[in-house]
Every structure is written in structure tokens, then in C-alpha cells.
């Protein structure tokens, strides 16, 4: 089995161990979800929804229905909060958040490595999508017309980065919120 997350298709069996018996259907309803658990999933929702939001704004940009200024200032803004706040994100769980679970139950070793290489390649993917998007909003007002030329790749990276985060936040929740529901974590 793959952990890769360019490759696998969702939370290896061998890691749905306490998942098969507390699914997410009815994670809303159990006395352990906690407010900070409640928290933690709230800012997954906020990236899913801020990477959609980049994507949707460059294709609007890109089928001119947006003046150059005014995409440059949006993907300046959103992109920058999306890439600021995943950085924050992911290294608080990797330093913080992830040992505590892991000390708590010692199955979940194997799953803080998948989680920890994603955020290896999530660092690649925003380092990219940081660069493109500088040139970006600098090509506004050095050169419109090749502005227009350097959100194709935008757009591919952002594409990349939405159904990277798809596929990374389920299988973080999915390998994480049993754990903290079986054992009573985060209350």
C-alpha cells in the first residue's frame, strides 16, 4: 500500500483501524468532539474554501470577466492568508498536535509519517504557488499581457493545491479525530 499522496486514494485500510468504528458520520453527535476538535476541522473547511476561492478567481481572470487589478489584489490577498495560515497549520501539527496524538496511541506512528510527507510536498506545491503568484501581481503592472500568460501555470498549481488539500485534510480527519474521540483527547 502506497502512503504517497500523489497516489493513494484515501486513509490506507491498515490506518482505519478506529475509524471503522467511529466514522464520520457521526463524529457531529459524539459527547468527545470537543470545541477544539470543532476548531481544528473549522480551519481545514477555511483552506478548502480559500483554495477554491483562488481557483474560481483566476478562472474568472482568465475568461477576462476580472480586471487585472483587481484579480492581482485578490490573489494577493487570499493567497497570501491560504499560504501563511497552511505554514501555521502544519507546523503547529507536525510539532505539537501529531506527538501528543501519537503519544496517546502509538498506531498512529505510521500515519504521523504519511500526514508529516504531505506536508513536505504541501511546502513544495505553496512555495511554487508563492512564486507564481508574486509574478503574477508584478506582471499587472510591468506587462498586462503576459500577466494574462502566467495565470495558465497559476491556475495548474492552484488546481493541484485544491485537490492536494482534498485528499490531505479527509485522511488527516479521518486518521485523527477517531483517535481523539476514542481516547477522550482535546476536551
Given amino acids: 500500500m502506497t502512503y ?15 475509524y471503522r468504528d ?29 483554495g477554491a476561492l483562488l481557483k474560481a478567481e483566476t478562472e474568472r ?3 477576462k470577466e476580472t480586471p487585472a ?4 489584489e485578490r490573489l494577493g490577498y487570499f493567497g497570501h492568508r491560504l499560504v501563511v495560515s497552511l505554514h501555521g497549520h502544519h507546523t503547529w501539527e507536525d510539532r505539537s498536535f501529531f506527538p501528543e496524538l501519537e503519544e ?15 506536508h513536505a510536498t504541501l511546502d513544495e506545491t505553496l512555495d511554487r504557488l508563492t512564486r507564481q503568484a508574486n509574478r503574477v501581481i508584478a506582471l499587472e503592472t510591468l506587462d498586462p ?34 483517535i481523539i474521540l476514542h481516547h477522550r483527547l482535546r476536551g
Fill in 4 to 18: 504517497d499522496i500523489n497516489t493513494r486514494e484515501g486513509l490506507p485500510p491498515e490506518m482505519r483501524t478506529l
Fill in 22 to 50: 467511529l466514522p464520520r458520520d457521526g463524529w457531529l453527535d459524539h459527547p468527545g468532539l470537543k470545541q477544539a476538535t470543532r476548531n481544528w476541522m473549522g480551519a481545514h473547511l477555511g483552506f478548502r474554501h480559500t
Fill in 61 to 63: 481572470f482568465l475568461d
Fill in 69 to 72: 487589478d483587481l484579480y492581482a
Fill in 104 to 118: 496517546a496511541d502509538p498506531r498512529f506512528a505510521r500515519g504521523l509519517e504519511m500526514l508529516e510527507s504531505d
Fill in 145 to 178: 499581457a503576459q500577466m494574462t500568460e502566467e495565470a495558465g501555470p497559476l491556475h495548474d498549481t492552484v488546481t493541484s493545491l485544491t485537490s492536494f488539500l482534498e485528499r490531505h485534510l479527509t485522511d488527516e480527519e479521518d486518521l485523527v479525530v477517531p
